[in-house]
């Protein structure tokens, strides 16, 4: 089996681990908000809380968990991802962990299982009036089975813009771009990815966004990987949310659909 398809299915699972929320629409991602259910009417400071709050001046920081389970699939194979995420944050920094296992069934109704690498970054928050943004930095290691990775460790670096345009949306872009690591036998390209979207918050626990999403191929020659992905987070309790994350793939080796469940949890 080619490479390509199961390289897909674990990067756009891990990428999803990391995607931006904000049930509140503060300006704070969920995952560094200390405050997640502010009103669209109160300042916040940088960790989401109003501003004559002292919650997040003296805890230490909040501790999210996350699972997920995604299923991409075409007219040949289906590939079944389950994954895990915890993020710490605490005031502006954040720090992240993540990895995804892999089921692939083909046509011949034939299953095999591989392990994903693990992709842990930092990141740094910026906020000014209705623009947020983040600067992270991070690592893959290759701890992957043979079948479905390159064998080697990337490095890459990200930036991430939100901006309220009005008390319920939000426009938010992120750009990435990543050093992939050479094997012996083949020289990889290095990747750049984009995603361009808007964010809309029908109900107080309710989040809804619309994105375009782009990534380089690692490989000479490659063409762009290009999907339309449709979110939804809804907040079970304070402190719990699940989320559903549709793909449609536009390019011909991108997946026909995608589909992500996850389940997750903040501690603080």
């Known amino acids: 089996m080619s490479l390509v398809k199961p390289f897909l299915a674990l990067f756009f699972t891990s990428i999803a681990l990391f995607s931006y929320v904000d049930n509140d629409l503060d300006g704070v991602d969920d995952k560094d908000?200390?405050?997640?259910?502010?009103?669209?009417?109160e300042l916040v400071d940088e960790n989401g809380c109003p501003q004559n709050n002292?919650?997040?001046?003296?805890?230490?920081?909040?501790?999210?968990?996350q699972v997920n389970n995604s299923w991409q699939f075409d007219t040949n194979t289906t590939f079944d991802?389950?994954?895990?995420?915890?993020?710490?944050a605490y005031a502006d920094w954040s720090f992240s962990l993540a990895n995804a296992q892999q089921s692939t069934l083909d046509n011949n109704n034939q299953t095999s299982q591989a392990r994903g690498d693990l992709y842990v970054d930092m990141g740094y928050n910026f906020k000014h009036e209705k623009l947020q943004s983040r600067v992270t930095m991070g690592t893959k290691i290759a701890i992957?089975?043979?079948?479905?990775?390159?064998?080697?460790?990337?490095?890459?670096?990200?930036?991430?813009?939100?901006?309220?345009?009005?008390?319920?949306?939000?426009i938010f872009s992120n750009f990435t771009y990543t050093f992939v690591g050479?094997?012996?036998?083949?020289?990889?390209?290095?990747?750049?990815?984009?995603?361009?979207?808007?964010?809309?918050?029908?109900?107080?626990?309710?989040?809804?966004?619309?994105?375009?999403?782009?990534?380089?191929?690692?490989y000479t020659n490659g063409i762009p990987y290009q999907s339309f992905?449709?979110?939804?987070?809804y907040t079970i309790k304070h402190d719990y949310f699940i989320g559903v994350n549709y793909s449609y793939g536009l390019d011909e080796l991108s997946f026909d659909h995608s589909l992500t469940l996850s389940l997750g949890a903040t501690f603080e």
């Open 144 to 170: 992957a089975n043979e079948s479905i990775g390159t064998g080697e460790d990337d490095y890459y670096t990200a930036l991430s813009l939100n901006y309220l345009a009005h008390d319920n949306l939000a």
């Open 229 to 233: 992905s449709w979110y939804n987070s």
């Open 182 to 218: 050479d094997t012996p036998t083949i020289n990889y390209q290095n990747s750049f990815a984009y995603g361009l979207g808007i964010v809309y918050l029908p109900t107080e626990h309710w989040y809804s966004s619309l994105s375009f999403n782009q990534a380089d191929s690692i």
């Open 33 to 41: 908000d200390l405050c997640p259910n502010t009103s669209f009417s």
């Open 81 to 88: 991802n389950y994954g895990f995420s915890l993020y710490y």
């Open 54 to 65: 002292t919650h997040s001046i003296n805890n230490l920081g909040s501790l999210t968990l």
